[in-house]
């Protein structure tokens, strides 16, 4: 169908089945050749397990809330709520440990309650009002920003935060693995097997696939879709709250920023392995190109505007390799 | 899961208290009365037909049941009980399976996960146990038909495959009721086959099966009775005593039907309008020549997944050849994509209406403008559309084709099925292209619309166009073509014309390279 | 290769004041043989933890953290502080493990809002355009408020702008604002927590050829130098980001010196009123101010 | 189809065609109850011409890069590049015209032809690399992004922006007229005639409708597509210019945020008139929406945080009225 293969020769069935395996596991070539290249540039500062360790870390919040995403695109539709709700999450989250005393793990508990009750809210306004997920996901995003600066009239939640609430992004697990890491591992290990592994899963694939099939087999569309969100927003809520650990405070708008990233991440994801589809693994290969390309870039020590130029590049080159494989695969 | 779980053991025989009864239903969409008043009872172990012309109401009337869209009037009783199927999961419950006529397959899925589509599933602690299933889906399977592994994607299979899968899923629920709307329309004979004897296995062991098919001969095969919709009411109902193929279409149409019009054949030009030599995509199509002359319809007949569908898009570009060349009209012939294809004089009527065919939401009349867009517009520099002549259009193309819609406005999606085909075929009506290729034209179409089709592919025939027609269903062929190619495994395996052209010979021919091994 | 490294984490490398302390920073740290390594946040507090973290990955020499606040960077300076690597702020306030800052801006609202209110002679409507998720606009705020509350007869109304969008979300609060304020009723005057917003602003009070408001910034970016120059904003503070950079950088070496003998302090360097009356003065002295 | 028209009373076909009417206008009559309650509310301020003028004037390039971006999503992809493509235009316009002393109208012209190249990349990397739009124009954004810093080492270009340049924006036309609206009326005119009254405007609608059956019926897909992304590449470029006029600077990321109120305007206009399709006219209504709602909260006062409530809640409720409509005429 490309008309690259238009041109001259023809390809033989064997370069095609080639083609089409070189597809599947292009964005993670991509990924691995980005690494060597960066550790040729940088071989003190690039390749040590410190800095492999640091990117992850610093790379799992992303990780948390595009994981969550995958489930919203996955089931069709988006969720523009997240990086709001995120930072929401984190303003309450902190202001019920210092304003109101809480139990760290209880005012967790309670965020991450309500990250599901936001997912509640985006899934109800989609399937039951049956509005766009762009604008309600938008309009409830919209909504909780009000809701942050009501909260904290805009100024961040600072004085008094306690040092264990810190620990708790900042912390280290068995072996010295940030505890970032180890949430971030169990939330994408959980919702890989959700989707991959359990008839639950098969139902969100499918209403995703194909909602009308989905529909006419029996499969109550708007409960998965409603799923997806609820998900997503406590995905959001696990994000916000790592995030106002780290930052060591709550701050209005703090991971808005977070939306553009998870989309690509998930997006980039849709190339690794699949073809073209939305899963958990691919998300998590996704966020790791973009956090290896940030970090390389920095520390090899691009000047400002290539770095912008090179992330664009990665972005299109991972994904483009493999779209073009596959397209010539099947031409 | 074995034969005769799928299948409950208790028989019922026809004078059993109904399963279903529907009293008076009536369903608007918008303006449009799709069931003014319908009553039909379905007794358990039955086979029961339902017949109708396109529109009738028939799909409709089946979604009801199956929960997805609610009457507006009337009554339905489950078992006795008055019941609102509320949705389809309810139907479900109730022990109801569909094989609705638009197919439910999920793309980016295995063929067994799409069998298992809603279907509750076993599983260990939590865990879906795909092996487990995949033992007792692979007997079913292959007893339908099934040929492609099981967890192979969906994505490179046929329609017909596409429909054995649908067919497999409502097997693999035990259900007391299977309805099928038009499970043959993509089927070729042998599959067809091996459904009748699924159906009359299911009917044996006290399933209902509720057969909604255009195709009459079957109805009458394999009915024990047949309830006909017209215009949005039940008309008639039969039972298979007694019961003819005349009675029948009389009861379809509201009036008499001469069915035998055997196109009149204009004497054949020797003008070889495309020249097609050994073309090839493996393994699909494998060197397929033939010469379409003008004035010509050349028919294809095969069993499914024969390649006819592939040969059809490499001719129109839509596919690349690795292999083979073509002329049309005396010039190399090589197009790169559809849109060169349709400049040097192709058109196409793809298999797939809803997928490939139409754009559902628009309406009527922009579906029929698609192919004909420079004709439409008015103005020098700058091309405007002219709604006078897209209405005159649309106009003549609904009264030349009696499409039945509200009007050209109606949004197509909303059409009935066979209406839908009558709208990607109008669409080539206008543009007169010098080849025109038809996959199965008919599908899904009414018994009279059905021969007003034909009526026109052998007039556009005469008026010196070059038709290609593609078709599954062997009875078809024989009365609309001059000539017929018959495919298998790729190839072209035999040519019949004049006297040896007959259903027998198509399906005889059909099966040649199973039996030699090797294509020609 | 051996030079030691800056490592330069700024909240958005395109905004005019950031680019202006960034070549002071790399004046200074040519000076010293150091290397500068720049990377832009955009505005992501996130982004900014983990370039710091990078930094301290790399093993910098000194970090300087550009406006995110020390609130906003605990986990960067968590790893920068393992890593014995100072961290100086500029505009993100003295705290945490912090060695030095200057550029904290509070203070520079003071002049531009007294001239404000003796050209209002005491009494009209405000228009103020804050920013209260930054550390310095909050700081800046602040300053305005107890300013105003000596001038009961000022009415302010505050609107919060958003980054990015401040120069979008400047314009439709003016043109809101002006449509429930009429010219030739009272004195009028807008107030942007820095310039930006304000330059915003003044783009609907030109749309709508209105004169009789008088536009204050803060910064002294070359836009509002510019638009002071033709008569569009009254008055500016013009912060010398470049003498900050440059000092800042300079005063890395007694901080890297002292070692864990360094008291943490702030190091301001003063912010120079601008007006119409002194504009052409200011250019003639600081032209790199316009460039 | 809705679980609401399960419970209880059945509509009468009469009372769905109403309902299906309202579907339709339920936006446009939103748009009015909400300018008949802020002129309640703020009786001598809002509902004035001068307010309603400038509304629309400020309005202006919002709709022009929204107009833009409906093409690029009738044809059923995503362009997430506009906001940081037209940030560069106004970089590179006020460029062309300080450093390089280019007269204003050749400067438009270069930078207009620049923003159709923007989309003319666009456009190659998803139809010929087949890369998905979202990756594909969030990479292409991030490296302009780069680009906008290259070209002006992030500082905004001010000094000496000649004034003829700022009349581009601030002008009148007859009547008074603002510029800006001229120009906004002048495209969306455009736009709205290419796609609802031309034969390419039916190809257009076509592939974003079904792209398989519309390539079927002999359409060049994949021109067409180039042609969305390349006319929402133009529209950036004209608001870049008219921002960059109207700020009298081009400066890096002025113009980043009209992303998401772009997309605001064009997801809400498909809830206007039409079934959930995109549209010129509704994108027009969309963004009209957004401008009254911002502008009407402002006057009367509403503080900060219930300003984002209520955006957020017209968002929903405008197409959630409409939606609601539409699912109950047709259950
Ligand atoms: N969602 C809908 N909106 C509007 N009209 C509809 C809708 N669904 C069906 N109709 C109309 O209802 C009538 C009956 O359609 P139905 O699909 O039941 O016919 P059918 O008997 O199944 O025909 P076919 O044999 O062609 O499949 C048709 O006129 C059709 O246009
Ligand atoms: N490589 C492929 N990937 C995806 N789909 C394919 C591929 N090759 C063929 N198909 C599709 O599979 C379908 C069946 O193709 P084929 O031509 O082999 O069968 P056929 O003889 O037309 O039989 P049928 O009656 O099923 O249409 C067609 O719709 C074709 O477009
Ligand atoms: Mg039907
Ligand atoms: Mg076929």
């Known amino acids: 169908m490309s008309d690259i293969s238009v041109s001259g020769r023809r390809l033989t069935p064997q370069m095609k089945a080639g083609l089409g395996i070189f597809a599947r596991y292009a964005t993670i070539l991509g990924l691995f050749a980005m690494i060597l290249v960066f550790s040729l540039l940088s071989p003190k500062a690039f390749p040590t397990l410190g800095n492999f360790t640091n990117v992850l870390n610093q790379a799992s919040l992303a990780m948390i809330i595009a994981g969550g995403l995958t489930l919203a695109v996955i089931v069709g539709e988006l969720d523009l709520s997240i990086g709001f709700a995120a930072s929401l999450h984190g303003i309450i989250v902190t202001g019920l440990i210092v304003h109101d005393k809480l139990p760290i793990p209880v005012a967790v508990v309670i965020v991450v309650a309500l990250g599901a009750l936001i997912g509640l809210v985006n899934g109800f306004i989609v399937t039951k009002i049956k509005v766009n997920s762009v604008i309600a996901t938008l309009g409830v995003g919209t909504i909780l920003t009000g809701f942050a600066f009501a909260y904290s009239s805009g100024v961040p939640i600072v004085a008094g935060v306690p040092e264990a609430f810190l620990q708790l992004s900042l912390g280290r697990w068995l072996f010295g693995i940030p505890n970032n890491i180890v949430v971030m591992v169990v939330v994408l290990g959980a919702l890989w097997t959700l989707v991959e592994r359990t008839s639950l899963g098969q139902e969100i694939q499918a209403v995703g696939g194909n909602a009308a099939a989905a529909r006419l087999a029996g499969i109550d569309v708007d409960r998965i879709k409603i799923l997806g969100f609820v998900v997503s927003g406590m995905c959001a809520a696990l994000t916000g709250i790592l995030l106002a650990s780290r930052l060591g405070s709550g701050t209005a708008s703090a991971a808005d920023s977070y939306l553009l990233t998870a989309f690509a991440a998930v997006f980039l994801g849709s190339a690794t392995l699949r073809d073209g589809e939305f899963h958990v693994l691919g998300t998590f290969v996704g966020a790791l190109i973009i956090a290896f390309g940030f970090n390389g870039l920095n520390i090899f020590g691009a000047p400002t505007f290539s770095q912008y130029v090179f992330q664009g590049a990665i972005l299109i080159v991972a994904v483009g390799l493999s779209s073009l494989g596959r397209s010539l695969a099947e031409s | 899961m074995t034969d005769t779980t799928i299948i409950s053991p208790m028989t019922g025989t026809p004078t059993a208290s109904p399963f279903i009864v529907a009293r008076h239903i009536a369903k608007a969409f918008g303006g449009a009365q799709a069931l003014k008043d319908v009553s039909i009872d379905l007794l358990p172990g039955e086979v029961h037909g339902l017949v109708g012309a396109n529109g009738a109401g028939k799909s409709t009337m089946i979604?009801?049941?199956?929960?997805?869209?609610?009457?507006?009037?009337?009554?339905?009783?489950?078992?006795?009980?008055?019941?609102?199927?509320?949705?389809?999961?309810?139907?479900?419950?109730?022990?109801?399976?569909?094989?609705?006529?638009?197919?439910?397959?999920?793309?980016?899925?295995?063929?067994?996960?799409?069998?298992?589509?809603?279907?509750?599933?076993?599983?260990?602690?939590?865990?879906?146990?795909?092996?487990?299933?995949?033992?007792?889906?692979?007997?079913?399977?292959?007893?339908?038909?099934?040929?492609?592994?099981?967890?192979?994607?969906?994505?490179?299979?046929?329609?017909?495959?596409?429909?054995?899968?649908?067919?497999?899923?409502?097997?693999?629920?035990?259900?007391?009721?299977?309805?099928?709307?038009?499970?043959?329309?993509?089927?070729?004979?042998?599959?067809?086959?091996?459904?009748?004897?699924?159906?009359?296995?299911?009917?044996?062991?006290?399933?209902?099966?509720?057969?909604?098919?255009?195709?009459?001969?079957?109805?009458?095969?394999?009915?024990?009775?047949?309830?006909?919709?017209?215009?949005?009411?039940?008309?008639?109902?039969?039972?298979?005593?007694?019961?003819?193929r005349q009675k029948l279409v009389e009861s379809i149409v509201g009036k008499g039907l001469d069915e035998t019009v055997k196109p009149v054949r204009a004497e054949m030009s020797r003008e070889v309008v495309l020249d097609v030599a050994d073309i090839s995509r493996l393994p699909r199509v494998k060197s397929v020549s033939f010469a379409l002359h003008r004035g010509e319809v050349l028919g294809i007949g095969g069993l499914v997944g024969a390649g006819r569908t592939e040969l059809a898009r490499l001719i129109y570009g839509a596919d690349r050849p690795d292999g083979g060349s073509m002329t049309l009209s005396g010039k190399a012939f090589r197009p790169k994509s559809p849109s060169a294809a349709v400049k040097a004089g192709l058109g196409l009527v793809p298999e797939e209406r809803r997928a490939e065919g139409l754009v559902l939401s628009k309406s009527v009349l922009f579906n029929l403008g698609l192919a004909n867009l420079d004709s439409l517009v008015s103005g020098k520099f700058v091309p405007l559309l002219s709604r006078k002549r897209q209405a005159h259009m649309a106009t003549e193309t609904i009264k030349a084709l009696a499409i039945k819609t509200q009007g050209m406005d109606q949004p197509v999606g909303r059409l009935s099925g066979g209406n839908q085909q009558k709208v990607v075929i109008g669409r080539w009506l206008r543009r007169e292209?010098?080849?025109?290729?038809?996959?199965?034209?008919?599908?899904?179409?009414?018994?009279?619309?059905?021969?007003?089709?034909?009526?026109?592919?052998?007039?556009?025939?005469?008026?010196?166009?070059?038709?290609?027609?593609?078709?599954?269903?062997?009875?078809?062929?024989?009365?609309?073509?001059?000539?017929?190619?018959?495919?298998?495994?790729?190839?072209?395996?035999?040519?019949?014309?004049?006297?040896?052209?007959?259903?027998?010979?198509?399906?005889?021919?059909?099966?040649?390279?199973?039996?030699?091994?090797?294509?020609? | 290769q051996d030079k030691p490294l800056l490592g330069i984490v700024s909240i958005s490398a395109t905004e005019a004041n950031n680019v202006r302390y960034i070549q002071g920073a790399t004046k200074a740290a040519e000076e010293m043989g150091w290397q500068v390594n720049v990377v832009d946040a955009a505005g992501n507090a996130d982004q900014a933890n983990a370039a710091i973290q990078n930094f301290a990955q790399l093993g910098a020499g000194a970090i300087i953290d550009m406006v995110f606040p020390f609130s906003s960077i605990g986990a960067g300076l968590d790893a920068a502080g393992s890593a014995n690597i100072p961290v100086v702020t500029w505009g993100g306030g003295l705290g945490s493990t912090v060695a030095a800052t200057n550029g904290s801006g509070g203070p520079m609202a003071i002049p531009v809002v007294e001239t404000m209110v003796k050209q209002m002679d005491g009494k009209g409507s405000i228009l103020a355009l804050t920013y209260r998720t930054g550390e310095v606009c909050r700081n800046r705020e602040t300053q305005m408020d107890e300013i105003l509350a000596k001038y009961p007869d000022i009415t302010v109304t505050k609107n919060e702008v958003r980054i990015p969008g401040y120069f979008e979300d400047g314009a439709q609060y003016a043109n809101a604002w002006l449509a429930s304020h009429p010219a030739g009723n009272e004195n009028l005057a807008i107030w942007g927590c820095w310039d930006d917003p304000a330059i915003g602003a003044i783009g609907s009070l030109r749309a709508q050829d209105r004169s009789d408001v008088a536009v204050y910034g803060i910064n002294g970016n070359a836009q509002a130098l510019e638009n002071i120059k033709n008569g569009y904003m009254t008055a500016t503070a013009w912060q010398d980001s470049f003498t900050e950079g440059y000092n800042m950088v300079k005063m890395l070496e007694e901080i890297k010196a002292a070692g864990t003998g360094w008291t943490p302090k702030a190091a301001e360097v003063a912010a120079v009123l601008v007006t119409k009356d002194t504009v052409e003065a200011f250019i003639a002295e600081h032209p790199e101010a316009i460039q």
């Open chain 2, 63 to 244: 979604r009801i049941l199956a929960g997805l869209n609610h009457p507006d009037a009337g009554s339905i009783e489950i078992d006795g009980q008055t019941t609102n199927v509320a949705n389809a999961q309810a139907a479900a419950a109730m022990g109801m399976s569909f094989i609705h006529q638009e197919l439910a397959f999920v793309p980016g899925m295995t063929v067994l996960q799409n069998i298992m589509l809603g279907v509750p599933k076993p599983s260990r602690l939590g865990l879906t146990d795909w092996s487990a299933i995949a033992r007792e889906v692979a007997p079913i399977a292959k007893r339908v038909g099934i040929t492609a592994p099981l967890n192979a994607s969906v994505k490179g299979l046929s329609t017909a495959e596409n429909w054995l899968i649908n067919i497999c899923r409502a097997l693999v629920r035990k259900s007391r009721l299977i309805v099928m709307d038009e499970p043959t329309a993509s089927l070729s004979a042998s599959e067809s086959e091996k459904l009748f004897t699924i159906i009359r296995d299911l009917s044996r062991s006290g399933v209902t099966v509720l057969y909604v098919s255009h195709r009459l001969d079957e109805i009458l095969d394999l009915c024990d009775r047949v309830s006909v919709f017209r215009d949005g009411r039940s008309v008639d109902e039969f039972s298979r005593a007694g019961l003819t």
């Open chain 2, 433 to 520: 292209p010098d080849v025109l290729i038809l996959d199965e034209p008919t599908r899904g179409v009414d018994i009279g619309a059905r021969g007003e089709i034909h009526k026109l592919i052998r007039q556009l025939a005469q008026s010196g166009m070059a038709v290609l027609v593609i078709s599954s269903e062997p009875d078809e062929l024989p009365d609309l073509c001059d000539r017929v190619l018959v495919m298998a495994e790729g190839s072209v395996v035999r040519e019949l014309s004049g006297d040896k052209l007959s259903r027998n010979a198509i399906v005889e021919a059909s099966y040649e390279v199973t039996k030699q091994g090797v294509p020609a």
